[in-house]
């Protein structure tokens, strides 16, 4: 029997079952939670493909291929990996070292920047070989990133309160007034916010998870996020949708297609959304002046990779932002008419 996915009623997980090339595996939970079938899905097809590999070579030799298997059964990410495998598969883990990932650069990303280049090939290999060191396959991996790849990006796009509006006049259904409201106003990353389901909303609050290990985070929803979902045609599965109701998938871009092709209709420049989530931060700033409450709020590591937006709101966007219908009451905004309302977003 191929690999399969499964749900127990006891797990809130995937759970995988099985034979591959390489033999038969127990059944095992997979740790992607159940709403999370892409990525369960990319997961198994991951494991099967390090079975052929690990079939092939044999179960004695400690190759990186092996330790790809290793950090996939332990929790690990699949991505960018189905690029480096193919080229380094066969090595031991303890022969990888900063010429094989200088070889790497080149042939995988020759015209990237130094940050893609370090979230698609260092941070992925690095993650691997630290698995297969505690097994005392190799020495601790220590690679030197392309230089500039820790360098914040200074300019980024978020848009005026005036933009955002002109947006919405851009957008051809409500499905996609939807989408754009509730980036913009609960600063959700793509992959939280295309999982974000009818059913996580509880009165004027939405549950979410956050990170691999799926931690639970409850955000307060402002009035005007409140009406864009309950204006939505459909009340139960995907909040975001694409134009034709089809929800989109937890890593899908085409999100972005569709707010390019948005920002052109209404004739402003292109935005994704992570334009959105940088505009969400940037107007949470303008309005609470707050560093540690906006790194809480928008569950960032740490509060240096949010100093940026402290150098960038004008000091006239809160007031802006009061015209356009979003007014802070206590630790969010709210719409101007909903002054006794009290919104917290823990």
Known sequence: MPLTLYQRSDSPYWWIRGTTAAGRIKPRSTKIDIKQKAEANRYKTALEKQAVIQHTEGHTAETFSRAVILYLEQGGSERFLDRIVPLIGHKRCSDIDQNIMDDLQRVLYPDCKPSTIKRQLYTPVTAVLKKAA???????????????????????????????????????????????????????????????????????????????????????????????????????????????????????????????????????????????????ATWHYAVHKNLIKLRDDGHW?????????????????????KKHGWFVVRNLYVDHDATTQAIDIK
């Not at 390019?260 to 505009?279: K, M, N, S, V």
């Not at 590591?301 to 809160?318: F, Q």
């Open 134 to 280: 505690f097994r005392r396959w190799c020495p601790p991996p220590m690679f030197e990133p392309p230089k500039g790849a820790n360098k914040l990006k200074e300019v980024y796009r978020w848009l005026t309160p005036e933009e955002f509006e002109l947006a919405l006049m851009g957008c051809t259904n409500q499905a996609q007034r939807t989408m754009l409201t509730v980036f913009v106003g609960t600063g959700l990353r793509r992959g939280n916010a295309h999982s974000l389901r009818h059913e996580d909303i509880y009165g004027e609050e939405a549950l979410i998870y956050i990170g691999k290990q799926g931690i639970q985070r409850r955000i307060s929803l402002q009035p005007r996020v409140l009406t864009a979902i309950r204006a939505c045609p459909y009340n139960t599965g995907p909040i975001i949708r694409g134009t034709h109701g089809e929800p989109y998938e937890i890593d899908s871009r085409a999100s972005r297609g569709a707010m390019h092709r948005i920002a052109r209709r209404a004739g402003i420049d292109p935005f994704g959304p992570h334009d959105l989530r940088h505009t969400w």
């Open 301 to 321: 590591a740490d509060t240096k990779i949010v100093e940026r937006y402290a150098h960038t709101a004008p000091d006239s966007l809160a007031d802006e932002l």
